[in-house]
């Protein structure tokens, strides 16, 4: 099965502690991207990565730290930076290049208290 | 970057035909996108359409595109209640960002029986 998976589904955290939300694809996309969702919210940018040992700040990257030491892996760190944590959120994934369709897993909604 | 619009809400009876609107905000955006995301879950691409193109069937979804006016809408022929979800409208404005979607805040639909 090709796929985005994020895990887990559901975390919590207090406030204070730094958090690493998983995402991993088997399609062989070059490109891969955080965003949050808050709720009434469209999706806001928070990282990106078009290539394996690079990636770069999206809109709101403050408090956010990535990775991407593989092509299928792309973990987003929560630091205890970030003001408001709670959020769900998304990672998606793009072929590279030029090819446009952009692909979502299934989201991991944070809660920190 | 700048908002695209869409209205928050609409309901329909099922059946009855869904007509979706979006204002995207940059003229050079070369492809305009509809996602529907289900409670709790993802995003799903549903359709695409590249900016040269004014209209784009796909068995039950029609997008059509006014560029002149940044105008996109989505219509849900003979809509089921299993269409019910949120669907957003997302534009890629450039390059510049690896290809990262700005997205609407999202429209609810309703399907009622």
């Known amino acids: 099965d090709g796929g985005i998976t994020q895990s887990p589904k559901y975390l919590f955290r207090k406030e204070g502690q730094n958090v690493t939300l998983s995402c991993e694809q088997n399609?062989?996309?070059?490109?891969m991207y955080w965003y949050r969702q808050d709720p009434g919210q469209g999706l806001r940018l928070i990282y990106y990565s078009q290539i394996v040992n690079d990636f770069q700040k999206g809109d709101i990257a403050e408090g956010y730290s990535v990775s991407r030491e593989k092509k299928e892996s792309f973990p987003l760190t929560v630091t205890s930076a970030q003001k408001n944590p709670t959020a769900f959120y998304l990672c998606?994934?793009?072929?590279?290049?030029?090819?446009?369709?952009?692909?979502f897993g299934p989201g991991t909604r944070l809660t920190v208290t | 970057g700048e908002d695209v619009e869409q209205s928050l809400f609409l309901s329909v009876r099922e059946g009855d035909s869904s007509v979706i609107n979006c204002t995207y905000t940059d003229s050079s955006s070369t492809y305009l996108y509809w996602y529907k995301q289900e409670p709790g879950a993802g995003l799903q691409l549903l359709t695409y359409i590249f900016s040269n193109m004014d209209m784009k069937q796909d068995q039950r979804l029609t997008v059509l595109l006014n560029k002149k006016d940044k105008h996109l809408s989505l219509r849900i022929a003979d809509t089921q209640t299993g269409d019910s979800a949120i669907y957003f409208c997302?534009?890629?404005?450039?390059?510049?960002?690896?290809?990262?979607?700005?997205f609407g805040k999202g429209t609810s639909l309703l399907v009622t029986p």
């Open positions: 997302a534009e890629d404005p450039n390059s510049n960002s690896g290809y990262a979607l700005n």
């Open positions: 998606a994934s793009r072929v590279g290049g030029t090819a446009r369709e952009q692909y």
């Open positions: 399609l062989n996309h070059d490109a």
